[in-house]
């Protein structure tokens, strides 16, 4: 990949006209301002509700427990996103919506059936386990997280550009979920049955179905996402197309391990299950990839980027040489190589938008700051 000529002089890309000033995002921003807030407050109700149920010491305890699958799906979700990453502030939202705001919202459900089933029955009859797990939890559970990443893409659109975005958003929201629900299952753990019974919960939960929460949500995500690219206001209904299968794949998760030989199913179901997830994971991203090549190929015929850029930029050996290149300078040029890879991906997904005619005047503005920063950081690499 050729980093240092300068595209000779050309027409700039014509499918579109620049108006003189587009419209600012401010309502987006206090959206997603007064939302993390809500999401705070959320997130210290349900540390204190953890921490009188369990006590200090044993929260503590299941904290550290449920970092490890934390830190398993957070490593392969970076690795779905690395090409092109979403802001940190969205992923930081994401994972805060779903610690916090969709366990919350499953506590006070779970709390209300339980108040109603007493109610209704004076003897002492308790809600039914499995019905719980089979209907109760996989409605509450996906609709709190769905509602997590459906505002992602009301307030981050221009974030927002396909499946993949939204199984990243989705994933993340299903990390924040799990890992709470996991400091809930290994508390009680510890306190009922001491160690041996933690490391059983550890083995099913963090070993055996770390990403079981986040397959469920990820039809969430990339239903919206095909919703996004479709572009117009389909995405509702694409939201809920994806609600009701994660709601299905949920309720069949769980009725397997209430109902059914668990460990058998486990690995004839669960694991072809997540098989096929990962190859949909690889062909998404292929399709960025493809994207990517197609529509910085056009900015090269306008004289924005050379063909050797345009094939470096397009694939994984060409920013690996990149970026191997910028490390051997001296002074490495390696943050300047990582932005200009980073804002060239961005320009393409904008581009798509464009194109598709899924975009509205705020895209155009996109555009023209991008441009014009790699530029900048073509300029940086060359100096």
């Not at 987006?28 to 939302?35: F, T």
């Not at 499995?130 to 609709?143: D, F, G, H, Y």
């Not at 938008?353 to 790699?374: I, P, Q």
Request: glycine content about 10%; charged content about 15%; hydrophobic content about 55%.
């Amino acid at each position: 990949m050729s980093l240092t000529p300068t595209p000779a002089p050309g027409p700039q890309p014509h499918l579109h006209v620049w108006p003189p000033e587009a419209p600012r995002r401010r309502g987006a921003a206090v959206g997603i301002v007064v939302l993390s807030a809500f999401a705070v407050l959320a997130g210290l109700l349900v540390l204190a509700y953890l921490a009188i149920s369990f006590g200090i010491s044993v929260l503590v305890v299941g904290t550290l427990v449920a970092l490890v699958p934390l830190a398993i799906v957070l490593l392969a979700v970076r690795w779905v996103d690395r090409w092109e990453p979403e802001p940190r502030w969205a992923l930081w939202f994401a994972f805060l919506w779903g610690a916090a705001v969709s366990v919350a919202i499953a506590l006070i459900v779970d709390l209300g059936v339980q108040l109603f089933v007493a109610m209704s029955n004076p003897a002492g009859a308790t809600a039914d386990a499995s019905m719980q797990a089979v209907v109760q939890a996989p409605i509450v559970e996906e609709l709190a997280k769905g509602v997590g990443v459906l505002l992602i893409y009301a307030f981050s659109k221009s974030h927002f550009d396909g499946p993949v975005d939204g199984l990243v958003y989705a994933a993340t929201v299903a990390a924040g979920f799990a890992f709470t629900e996991n400091v809930l299952y290994f508390g009680a753990a510890l306190i009922e049955g001491g160690a041996g019974e933690l490391g059983a919960t550890f083995v099913v939960r963090g070993i055996f179905s770390p990403f079981a929460h986040v397959l469920f949500t990820a039809c969430i995500g990339i239903a919206i996402g095909f919703g996004a690219r479709r572009g117009g206001a389909g995405v509702v209904g694409w939201f809920l197309a994806g609600l009701v299968a994660a709601i299905l794949l949920h309720a069949f998760w769980n009725g397997s391990l209430a109902f059914a030989d668990a460990f058998a199913l486990y690995f004839t179901v669960q694991v072809p299950i997540f098989i096929g997830a990962v190859v949909v994971t690889l062909l998404l991203r292929r399709e960025e990839q493809r994207v990517t090549r197609r529509r910085l190929a056009e900015y090269a015929a306008a004289g924005w980027f050379s063909p050797d850029e345009v094939e470096g930029l397009s694939s994984w050996s060409g920013r690996r040489a990149a970026l191997g290149w910028a490390r051997a300078q001296r002074p490495p040029r390696t943050a300047q190589v990582q932005r200009f890879i980073a804002d060239a991906t961005r320009l393409a997904f904008t581009r798509q938008a464009l194109v598709t005619g899924r975009a509205d005047v705020r895209r155009l503005e996109d555009e023209r700051v991008l441009l014009d920063a790699v530029t900048r950081h073509r300029n940086a690499i060359s100096a």
